[in-house]
């Protein structure tokens, strides 16, 4: 089965980690009763990829070791479960020259957070360096966006309108 990451804002990330449901406030949880199954998820977060496609600095015109998509593909194949949630924190299409491929379709770092199957990507502040036009194709590009619509509505995995905000 093809991964699709989700493109979700740190509240909804929060939501789903407490049980795909947006909390309107705050109550106490029930008492297990001790018939309840034990499940383990593993989560997988990275961060702060600034384009390093590549185990190379450009701007230095060195090599770097520091943690480049390939390598971390090698890693998150190693590590990656059925019961794994893979997730990227964001400030992953800008600086390594990766600004060079803003505009030219589907970026090389995009194309890898599909290929590899992250399952959950949050921008961060340098996904907004290029505007929101560039952002908005960025996030068309995740595997056709499974978090927005096709109106660019916020979308749950149900199919229901997370936001009132057009993006």
Not at 19 to 34: D, K, M, Q, R, Y
Request: glycine fraction near 10%; charged fraction near 20%; proline fraction near 4%.
């Amino acid at each position: 089965m093809k991964r699709c990451p989700m493109i979700l804002l740190p509240a909804l990330l929060l939501a789903f980690v407490l049980g795909g449901s947006v909390p309107t406030g705050f109550a106490e949880l029930p008492e297990a009763s001790g018939e309840e199954e034990v499940k383990t998820l593993r989560i997988l977060a990275t961060s702060d990829l600034h384009g390093k496609f590549m185990p190379w600095d450009y701007a230095l015109d060195e090599a770097s070791t520091s943690g480049s998509m390939t390598q971390l593909a090698a890693a998150i194949a190693e590590y990656r479960t059925d019961a794994t949630l893979l997730v990227d924190a964001g400030d992953t299409i800008q600086d390594n020259s990766a600004d060079l491929f803003v505009g030219d379709g589907i970026h090389p770092m995009v194309q890898a957070l599909n290929v590899i199957g992250y399952d959950v990507w949050v921008t961060g502040n340098h996904e907004y360096n290029y505007g929101m036009d560039v952002l908005r194709d960025t996030i068309k590009c995740l595997c056709n966006s499974t978090g927005y619509g096709s109106d660019g509505v916020a979308v749950a995995a149900n199919g229901d309108a997370v936001a009132d905000h057009v993006f």
